[in-house]
């Protein structure tokens, strides 16, 4: 049909050409390649890079009428607004806290259920338990939101048989718990699959010989689960560090509440309400680019560590 | 080689067994307490007590949820939204994918760099928001769309997952005379179904419960999608509530029956489908 646009028969040795001149052979050998990759390049270029483009706002004064370019320059000024804001020290401090809790409690779970169900031996009832744990993840936060605030409610939730007296979602002492244990609640189950994608690749050579060695459960699951696992655990560690300044737009604004706003107020909604409800979209920006470089340079010191440490890191 | 299991063996079976039985109830149990409130009748939903089984068994909320002409705007919306970004997305991501997986095209490790920055780094929601703007797509349902079609996430599923097919195949269609279009809408895409079909799902379930895009994106009610709708019935009956007014408008059962209108079609297919969203994660692994 048309063999003609093929790809290359590999040459030995390529004559010395320049690099541009390279690439283009190369591109037009490949057109069709880089036909296909188009529409995807320019959804990322627009919808990812032009943003980050945008990130110069930052240190403008933007206003809509003058545009991106059109604004004057400000230098440091937002950012030096932030630091001296106290409304905005204490976001950062909700949000690095609710981050850490999550880190410390959520990060965890999913790794303890994969184990738990890994040893499951009955495999209908290891399928109907990861149907059911997986479900929550499937639905949105605000319907998990609208849903915790009726089980949790004094009067008709599970809560009214201890007789509470107050929805304890409202209450600043316990919201931020609530945060974790929801977060556990609709993530962990899910979270479970990667962990047990990754299990399922260690040899059963591995556990017959410990077994024949008199090694008990627990000595099998320390020894040789989840040293095999480690490696996926190290990644999805790294990717969780880089959101430590992010604790999750949607299950934070949805449960939020003017009563829990001191203890639940997290840098996302703090942009959003500073730069879309408000119109302060230069100071807002200011807010979210501090959250997005503290972001990269934790994933990117948290990808050394791990390469220094003998694990493969995500790049 | 069967060993027989000890005593200390099959008691750490049935405990593992037990405490995961629990955590399972723990899962269901609040979707089964909303199906409860939504069938009680108004008075017995708002009274409490309603944990098992539903009191006064009426249908009376949703006959009031169903009766308001948003929650169909919105349902419809939400349907128009998911279909098309799952539609065009796998589609997109399978092209973008096939590309990068081709280790002789020249760029191909800078421009599968460039997708996994976009996971580590992004311009944050205002920029964001005044591309959007730029591109005159406030309040337009393709904001939504567009944005969510391609995902570095899943390009890189699918790219590891080309990655991993053996070449003799296309190499035989290549010597039959096929291009690499033809290559890879008659051979690639039909041999990666069930990749696509993860990816698929999770682009429809992303798109489906997506809050935060229609929150920012979406000012006029002709425009809601479902999650959205759910926060204003939500909020609306909270304020009802703590105002005392429309005591007769069932607060409970009437956020339980938009709660189960919403989430039925997600329970409805998940048991079914569920196969193939995890299959996606054990073909593609983590791994960039």
Same mark, same amino acid.
């Not at chain 2, 909020?235 to 007014?245: H, I, N, P, S």
């Given at each position: 049909?048309?063999?003609?646009?093929? /790809?290359?028969?590999?040459?030995?040795?390529?004559?010395?050409?320049?690099?541009?001149?390279?690439?283009?052979?190369?591109?037009?050998?490949?057109?069709?390649?880089?036909?296909?990759?188009?529409?995807?390049?320019?959804?990322?270029?627009?919808?990812?890079?032009?943003?980050?483009?945008?990130?110069?706002?930052?240190?403008?004064?933007?206003?809509? +009428?003058?545009?991106?370019?059109?604004?004057?320059?400000?230098?440091?000024?937002?950012?030096?607004?932030?630091?001296?804001?106290?409304?905005?020290?204490?976001?950062?401090?909700?949000?690095?806290?609710?981050?850490?809790?999550?880190?410390?409690?959520?990060?965890?779970?999913?790794?303890?259920?994969?184990?738990?169900?890994?040893?499951?031996?009955?495999?209908?009832?290891?399928?109907?338990?990861?149907?059911? #744990?997986?479900?929550?993840?499937?639905?949105?936060?605000?319907?998990?939101?609208?849903?915790?605030?009726?089980?949790?409610?004094?009067?008709?939730?599970?809560?009214?048989?201890?007789?509470?007296?107050?929805?304890?979602?409202?209450?600043?002492?316990?919201? /931020?718990?609530?945060?974790?244990?929801?977060?556990?609640?609709?993530? +962990?189950?899910?979270?479970? #699959?990667?962990?047990?994608?990754?299990?399922?690749?260690?040899?059963?050579?591995?556990?017959?010989? +410990?077994?024949?060695?008199?090694?008990?459960?627990?000595?099998?699951?320390?020894?040789?689960?989840?040293?095999?696992?480690?490696?996926?655990?190290?990644?999805?560690?790294?990717?969780?560090?880089?959101?430590?300044?992010?604790?999750?737009?949607?299950?934070?604004?949805?449960?939020?509440?003017?009563?829990?706003?001191?203890?639940?107020?997290?840098?996302?909604?703090?942009?959003?309400?500073?730069?879309?409800?408000?119109?302060?979209?230069?100071?807002?920006?200011?807010?979210?680019?501090?959250?997005?470089?503290?972001?990269?340079?934790?994933?990117?010191?948290?990808?050394?560590?791990?390469?220094?440490?003998?694990?493969?890191?995500?790049? | 080689?069967?060993?027989?299991?000890?005593?200390?063996?099959?008691?750490?079976?049935?405990?593992?067994?037990?405490?995961?039985?629990?955590?399972?109830? #723990?899962?269901?149990?609040?979707?089964?307490?909303?199906?409860?409130?939504?069938?009680?009748?108004?008075?017995?939903?708002?009274?409490?007590?309603?944990?098992?089984?539903?009191?006064?068994?009426?249908?009376?909320?949703?006959?009031?949820?169903?009766?308001?002409?948003?929650?169909?705007?919105?349902?419809?919306?939400?349907?128009?939204?998911?279909?098309?970004?799952?539609?065009?997305?796998?589609?997109?991501?399978?092209?973008?994918?096939?590309?990068?997986?081709?280790?002789?095209?020249?760029?191909? /490790?800078?421009?599968?760099?460039?997708?996994?920055?976009?996971?580590?780094?992004?311009?944050?929601?205002?920029?964001?928001?005044?591309?959007?703007?730029?591109?005159?797509?406030?309040?337009?349902?393709?904001?939504?769309?567009?944005?969510?079609?391609?995902?570095?996430?899943?390009?890189?599923?699918?790219?590891?997952?080309?990655?991993?097919?053996?070449?003799?195949?296309?190499?035989?269609?290549?010597?039959?005379?096929?291009?690499?279009?033809?290559?890879?809408?008659?051979?690639?895409?039909?041999?990666?179904?069930?990749?696509?079909?993860?990816?698929?799902?999770?682009?429809?379930?992303?798109?489906?419960?997506?809050?935060?895009?229609?929150?920012?994106?979406?000012?006029?009610?002709?425009?809601?999608?479902?999650?959205?709708?759910?926060?204003?019935?939500?909020?609306?009956?909270?304020?009802?509530?703590?105002?005392?007014?429309?005591?007769?408008?069932?607060?409970?059962?009437?956020?339980?029956?938009?709660?189960?209108?919403?989430?039925?079609?997600?329970?409805?297919?998940?048991?079914?489908?569920?196969?193939?969203?995890?299959?996606?994660?054990?073909?593609?692994?983590?791994?960039?």
């Amino acid at each position: 049909m048309n063999a003609i646009h093929g /790809r290359t028969i590999s040459v030995p040795k390529p004559q010395k050409q320049s690099g541009w001149k390279r690439f283009r052979k190369n591109f037009r050998v490949h057109k069709y390649y880089y036909l296909l990759m188009l529409p995807g390049i320019i959804a990322l270029l627009v919808f990812r890079y032009v943003p980050m483009a945008g990130i110069v706002i930052a240190f403008k004064n933007f206003r809509i +009428a003058d545009g991106i370019f059109g604004s004057e320059w400000v230098g440091l000024k937002w950012f030096e607004m932030l630091f001296s804001n106290a409304e905005f020290t204490n976001v950062l401090f909700n949000t690095i806290y609710i981050s850490i809790l999550k880190i410390v409690f959520s990060f965890p779970a999913p790794i303890l259920l994969a184990l738990m169900i890994n040893e499951v031996g009955h495999l209908k009832y290891k399928k109907v338990v990861q149907t059911t #744990v997986y479900l929550p993840h499937f639905i949105s936060w605000v319907v998990v939101g609208g849903i915790m605030m009726t089980i949790l409610s004094p009067s008709v939730g599970v809560l009214s048989l201890f007789g509470a007296a107050k929805n304890p979602l409202l209450e600043p002492a316990n919201f /931020r718990w609530l945060v974790v244990i929801s977060d556990i609640w609709k993530e +962990a189950g899910w979270g479970t #699959v990667v962990y047990l994608a990754a299990i399922t690749s260690i040899s059963p050579d591995l556990y017959e010989a +410990a077994t024949v060695d008199g090694a008990t459960r627990f000595q099998k699951i320390w020894n040789i689960t989840l040293p095999a696992i480690s490696g996926t655990i190290a990644i999805m560690l790294i990717l969780r560090t880089g959101s430590i300044l992010s604790a999750g737009f949607d299950q934070m604004y949805v449960l939020q509440t003017p009563a829990t706003m001191d203890v639940g107020d997290v840098l996302d909604t703090f942009v959003y309400r500073y730069g879309l409800a408000q119109g302060r979209f230069s100071y807002a920006a200011a807010a979210g680019l501090f959250q997005s470089v503290v972001g990269l340079i934790l994933v990117s010191i948290s990808n050394f560590v791990t390469a220094k440490m003998g694990q493969d890191g995500i790049w | 080689m069967k060993v027989k299991k000890g005593v200390g063996e099959r008691l750490f079976e049935m405990v593992n067994a037990f405490i995961l039985a629990v955590l399972s109830l #723990v899962m269901l149990y609040p979707f089964w307490h909303e199906l409860c409130l939504s069938f009680s009748s108004a008075t017995e939903a708002t009274r409490g007590g309603v944990f098992l089984l539903p009191r006064e068994f009426t249908m009376q909320a949703y006959q009031l949820v169903t009766k308001n002409a948003f929650i169909w705007t919105s349902y419809a919306n939400s349907i128009y939204t998911a279909v098309l970004t799952t539609g065009i997305g796998v589609l997109l991501t399978a092209m973008l994918a096939y590309g990068l997986s081709k280790k002789q095209v020249a760029g191909h /490790r800078f421009l599968s760099f460039a997708v996994v920055f976009c996971m580590i780094f992004n311009g944050g929601l205002i920029p964001t928001y005044l591309t959007v703007k730029g591109l005159n797509l406030i309040d337009n349902l393709w904001a939504l769309i567009l944005m969510a079609i391609v995902t570095p996430y899943n390009t890189i599923i699918v790219k590891n997952f080309f990655s991993a097919m053996p070449s003799e195949l296309e190499e035989a269609a290549f010597i039959d005379g096929a291009g690499p279009l033809r290559i890879f809408f008659q051979i690639i895409m039909p041999l990666s179904k069930a990749v696509l079909a993860t990816v698929g799902l999770w682009i429809a379930v992303a798109s489906w419960n997506n809050f935060m895009g229609p929150l920012i994106y979406m000012n006029s009610r002709e425009n809601f999608t479902l999650p959205l709708y759910i926060r204003q019935v939500i909020d609306g009956q909270m304020l009802a509530r703590t105002t005392g007014e429309g005591a007769q408008s069932a607060v409970e059962s009437v956020i339980g029956a938009t709660i189960i209108i919403s989430v039925a079609p997600i329970l409805c297919v998940y048991p079914f489908l569920q196969k193939y969203f995890v299959k996606g994660v054990m073909i593609g692994s983590v791994k960039g």
